[in-house]
């Protein structure tokens, strides 16, 4: 049995390599964004329970690529038969528990138990409802992406819809069973998963 973080990062932060060092029974799974050099996570060579993606996106936040960044970090972790508890977490989170303790927490619980945010939210229905020239892009920061984004939202309130659309936290934790549901379904639904590309996320 053995807990796995599924990193997300962007930039090379030097506490991951202590992190990693202080729980040996762990494993960390890595993301790093293929806009920046892979040379930079240089400092975590030598650790036996880091695994850094080779399959690496391009990422921006809220967008699809973000997305497709963490169904590989899952891909990879599920792939080790040992891996049982999942922790998706950034570059920049610090952890407050030892591992034994987080384990301790999800013993007793149903198998299928995934800690997850998510709340109807009318305001973003934009985000899901339209497409948009400028997501998943370098444009989506800036001011031509602004200014889209600002024609959906207004075309959101104008534009009477009973669209559902739901919101939370991109960080969750789930143990073995919800995460090998989660990317079956994301695999049977592969056609409208890819229609998600042209889409504000809402990450």
């Known amino acids: ?7 997300l990062c962007d930039r090379p932060h030097k ?3 202590l992190w990693a060092q202080s729980e040996p029974n762990a494993r960390f799974y890595i993301h790093y964004d293929a806009k920046n050099d892979i040379d930079e996570l ?3 060579n030598g650790l036996n329970n880091v695994f850094i993606l080779n399959d690496r996106h391009s990422v921006y936040w809220g967008g699809f690529s973000q997305v497709s960044a963490i169904l590989k970090l899952f891909q990879a972790a599920l792939s080790d038969k040992d891996n049982v508890y999942f922790h998706l977490v950034s570059g920049e989170c610090v952890p407050l528990q030892r591992v034994e303790m987080l384990e301790r927490e999800w013993v ?3 198998e299928g138990t995934i800690f997850l945010e998510s709340n109807d939210c ?3 229905r934009y985000r899901v409802r339209f497409n948009a020239p400028h997501a998943d892009t370098v444009w989506q920061r800036h001011f031509f992406g602004k200014v889209c984004t600002k024609i959906l939202q207004f075309a959101d309130k104008v534009i009477p819809s009973r669209m ?3 919101t939370g936290s991109t960080w969750f934790s789930t143990d073995r069973g919800a995460a090998l549901a989660m990317i079956e379904q994301v695999s ?5 998963v890819s229609g998600l590309r042209s889409q504000v996320s809402g990450l």
């Open 1 to 7: 049995m053995a807990t796995a973080f599924l990193i």
């Open 15 to 17: 506490h991951l390599f």
């Open 42 to 44: 240089d400092f975590l």
């Open 108 to 110: 007793g619980l149903p």
């Open 122 to 124: 009318k305001r973003l």
């Open 164 to 166: 559902p659309c739901y």
């Open 188 to 192: 049977g639904l592969r056609s409208q």
